[in-house]
């Protein structure tokens, strides 16, 4: 059984930083991969990161090319988002998710690509 559990969200101020814990439990050869995603109020949710577990390949949405870094730490099962030099619209409640199955591509970045997700974990980034 896999289970997802995001942790680390909270307020802070434009320009500042968080960083967010992604622990996958019960891994298996087709969760191979890590993913992040976000929803601000009245929108879809959208990719943001994601980083395979073998190689630590990542990938990234543009909107946040160059601030997020997303890592892992195997021994630990646990998946890190690092969020520098916030902005307001990055306010959005932060899901991490693993694939079920193989992606289409080398990375799964479409949101029904993902089986197993966590429960989301808040963060608001203040002007």
């Known amino acids: 059984q896999v289970t997802v559990v995001e942790s680390g969200g909270g307020l802070v101020q434009a320009g500042g930083s968080l960083r967010l814990s992604c622990v996958v439990s019960?891994?298996?050869?087709?969760?191979?991969?890590t993913g992040w995603f976000r929803q601000a109020p009245g929108k879809e949710r959208e990719f943001v990161a994601g980083i395979a577990w073998s190689s630590g390949l990542t990938t990234y949405a543009d909107s946040v090319m160059g601030r997020f870094t997303v890592s892992r730490d195997d021994g630990k099962n646990t998946v890190y988002l690092q969020m520098n030099s916030l902005k307001p619209e990055d306010t959005a409640a932060y899901y991490c998710?693993?694939?079920?199955?193989?992606?289409?591509?080398?990375?799964?970045?479409?949101?029904?690509?993902?089986?197993?997700w966590g429960q989301g974990t808040q963060v608001t980034v203040s002007s």
């Open positions: 998710a693993a694939p079920r199955y193989q992606c289409r591509g080398y990375f799964c970045t479409l949101e029904d690509e993902f089986y197993y």
């Open positions: 019960g891994r298996t050869s087709s969760t191979y991969q």
